[in-house]
């Protein structure tokens, strides 16, 4: 697909996209490259022993090991209507991990996360920067059930979910991750989030780079958003590359 397509499919015309590409450049990047990333929280206080020892397991895991224990996984009630849980896509050693809320009801059923309409924006969005699903990228979930309704996951399901992407986190070790909305940038930022506060900024997330950005679900609703989603997109590859 050419380039000029993709950002007709991201409702984006070329002369619209040079203008705003070099705007973001000179107004946003150089300030927000140069600030201090914002220091992440320490994590939540330890709760029941319990939750601790299946914490550590996790830590351990391999890809595998991981995988096996995403699948069996019953430690919320999320467990109790998905198809199959969805750990992941993508290049194990990746340098970009973009992380999304939960499954939808397409990838319940084909076990993939962003298969659906959300997911056909997202690999336009990656297009668009030259990346592709599975090529020095991982996708990753917040949680990895399916919450009934696609509603927002609640606090104790993301909870419960968090030491996997942990482990994903730890063992994809990437140069960048992206939060895709905002469940994502609270559960990685461990604090409230506003994504048209915090877009344009460079965080941290355990010493590696975030960049937050709309969920692409959100953005098929609102379409003229995805104009900020490429500014998004520029700041992200600016990041990467510096250029
Ligand atoms: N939305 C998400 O956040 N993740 C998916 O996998 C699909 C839709």
Redesign the pocket.
């Known amino acids: 697909m050419s380039r000029a397509r993709l950002l007709r499919e991201l409702g984006l015309g070329p002369s619209w996209r040079l203008r705003d590409q070099a705007a973001a450049a000179s107004a946003a990047l150089p300030e927000a490259a140069a600030a201090p990333a914002a220091a992440t929280p320490a994590p939540p206080a330890p709760t029941a022993p319990a939750a601790d020892d299946r914490a550590a397991a996790i830590a351990a895991m391999g890809w595998e090991e991981l995988r096996a224990a995403v699948a069996a996984c019953r430690a919320c009630s999320l467990c109790q209507q998905r198809q199959q849980a969805?750990l992941g896509v993508g290049d194990g050693d990746a340098d970009w991990l973009f992380v999304?809320?939960?499954?939808?009801a397409e990838?319940d059923e084909r076990g993939e996360?962003?298969?659906?309409q959300?997911?056909k924006l997202l690999d336009a969005m990656l297009a668009a920067i030259d990346l592709r699903r599975g090529d020095n990228v991982y996708i990753a979930?917040t949680v990895k059930c399916r919450p009934p309704g696609n509603r927002t996951p609640e606090p104790e399901e993301t909870a419960a979910c968090w030491p996997f992407l942990a482990r994903q986190i730890a063992l994809t070790r990437p140069k960048l991750i992206v939060a895709?909305?905002r469940p994502a940038a609270q559960t990685l930022l461990r604090r409230e989030v506003k994504i048209g506060a915090a877009r344009g900024q460079l965080f941290e997330h355990g010493g590696i780079p975030l960049i937050v950005t709309y969920?692409?679900?959100y953005l098929l609703r609102n379409l003229p958003d995805k104009a900020k989603a490429w500014e998004d997109l520029c700041f992200m590859r600016k990041t990467m590359t510096g250029r």
């Open positions: 969805v999304g809320e939960a499954p939808g990838e996360p962003f298969v659906g959300a997911g979930n895709l909305g969920h692409p679900a």
